[in-house]
């Protein structure tokens, strides 16, 4: 069963993925800040699963209707009677080596991250807070063009890495000492413009929630070319709106290439510096004047109708499959597992005989007599709320007796069996006497 789900999951999110590609493909010529949203978006959906959205539609079918049972398990049935089988039942056997190889490489794509992460942070403690000076002020001045509110800090960097965005909650500039110096005004307005870019974005939010579906989803290939995408269209749309401020063309190429001359290494995943993506290509793209198309209403109403089919039809598949017929059944379903219960209650011959309303003698058999057979037959049985007899079984008495036993207490009647002043399902003994008369 985890097996199959998993496998339909990532068949969905394998194709969601690829519908993404063909909507990009259409948008090739639009602002990079919108493909990269669109990649992002085909990260999440592996961190969501389709038949969670059909569970959401099932529920608020049956929400209206007079159906409240086994409402998930519904839902689950449903996606699974509809997607293709994807894992082979032998697998079954498998699973907990399945799980550990999957553990080792959760943990090995984790671990490097960690660590890396470790050493920047220490990086972070150790570099000097800029409170004043060139960077600070053109910081500044970038973050009001962006209309940010909160201020970014800056610390200035021993460590030989090139500018980046440490830090999710509250992000810091990390700025490596001395390369302000190797920077004319205007290549440090643009490099500061993108790293302010970076923040207004929330990019590195962003990347740790991919850097998340990575570490989970590591056997899956896909998810690793995502990331490239999401890198290569995070830095091109940061590079388009250092543009669009009005940095020329040439000097913000000369002060990225700057940046890579002297710095040594470049940050984490989860930070967002200026190097970051295809460098050649990034050149390319900057250096090559494009007329970049707007969303007109067109390219709008594709987007807009492509998210609320990727969202609203699982949710409207569950909703239509719901129906009265097979929510029934599973209704029925559920009321009979438990009627296979035992009850609750369990009361002694004693307090259920004060509690007879009718009972009906048997007919003693005539096999039996002439056998001169007698003695007791002791039944078990199930009093029902309302008192009647059901499920009655036999404990013990003579073979020819026991017919005729259960035949009688068939029609008996019971008063309700009260529980907190409530009437309640109990089961109890019942004994039938078989007495012959001396002739």
Same mark, same amino acid.
């Given at each position: ?22 909507? *990009? ?30 569970? *959401?539609?099932?529920?608020? $079918? @049956? ?38 190889? @999957? ?9 490097? @991250? ?20 060139? &960077? ?17 800090? *800056?610390? +200035? ?13 509250? #992000? ?8 302000? /110096? ?14 302010? /870019? ?6 590195? !939010?962003? $990347? ?13 290939? +896909? ?33 990225? !290439? ?49 998210? !609320? =089919? ?13 129906? #009265? ?10 009321? =009979? ?17 004060? +509690? ?5 003698? #048997?007919?003693?058999?005539?096999? $039996? ?9 002791? !039944? ?31 029609? @008996? ?24 008369? =001396? &002739?």
């Amino acid at each position: 069963m985890i097996l199959t789900a998993l496998g339909n999951h990532l068949w969905q999110s394998t194709l969601f993925a690829a519908m993404t590609g063909l909507l *990009i493909l259409i948008l090739r010529k639009c602002h990079a800040r919108i493909r990269y949203w669109l990649w992002f978006a085909a990260s999440i959906k592996f961190l969501i699963p389709f038949s969670l959205l059909v569970a *959401i539609g099932s529920r608020l $079918a @049956w929400s209206c209707g007079a159906v409240t049972s086994n409402r998930l398990h519904f839902a689950i049935e449903v996606i699974s009677s509809v997607t293709p089988p994807t894992v082979v039942p032998g697998l079954v056997h498998l699973l907990p080596a399945l799980v550990g190889v @999957w553990l080792c490489g959760f943990l090995a794509v984790l671990f490097p @991250w960690y660590v890396q992460w470790q050493k920047m942070s220490a990086a972070a403690q150790d570099a000097l807070p800029l409170l004043e000076g060139r &960077e600070v002020e053109v910081l500044r001045r970038m973050e009001r063009a962006a209309g940010m509110r909160k201020q970014t800090e *800056i610390r +200035l960097s021993h460590a030989s890495i090139e500018p980046g965005i440490f830090g999710i909650v509250r #992000p810091v500039l990390m700025w490596p000492e001395g390369i302000s /110096r190797r920077l004319e005004d205007a290549q440090l307005d643009a490099i500061l413009a993108h790293e302010v /870019r970076h923040v207004r974005r929330h990019d590195n !939010l962003a $990347a740790a929630i991919h850097m998340v579906v990575e570490a989970i989803f590591w056997f899956h290939p +896909l998810v690793w070319w995502l990331g490239a995408r999401l890198v290569e269209e995070r830095e091109r749309a940061c590079d388009e709106d250092v543009l669009e401020l009005g940095s020329e063309r040439q000097v913000y190429a000369e002060g990225i !290439l700057k940046v890579c001359e002297f710095c040594l290494a470049s940050p984490l995943a989860c930070m967002s510096g200026v190097a970051g993506g295809d460098l050649k290509k990034r050149m390319v793209h900057i250096m090559t004047e494009r007329m970049l198309h707007k969303l007109d209403f067109g390219r709008k109403l594709l987007l807009g109708a492509a998210g !609320l =089919a990727a969202v609203a039809g699982p949710i409207a598949f569950g909703l239509v499959n719901a129906n #009265p017929t097979r929510a029934e059944s599973a209704a029925g379903l559920a009321a =009979a597992q438990q009627s296979e219960q035992p009850p609750a209650a369990h009361a002694s011959k004693e307090e259920m005989a004060a +509690l007879v309303l009718k009972k009906v003698p #048997p007919e003693y058999p005539e096999a $039996a007599k002439k056998a001169h057979i007698q003695g007791h037959v002791v !039944l078990r049985a199930i009093i029902s709320k309302d008192g009647d007899v059901e499920n009655l079984q036999i404990v013990s008495g003579h073979p020819q007796l026991a017919p005729a036993a259960i035949e009688a207490v068939k029609q @008996w009647k019971y008063r309700p069996y009260l529980q907190q002043g409530n009437p309640v399902e109990v089961e109890t003994e019942i004994d039938v006497n078989f007495t012959l008369l =001396a &002739e």
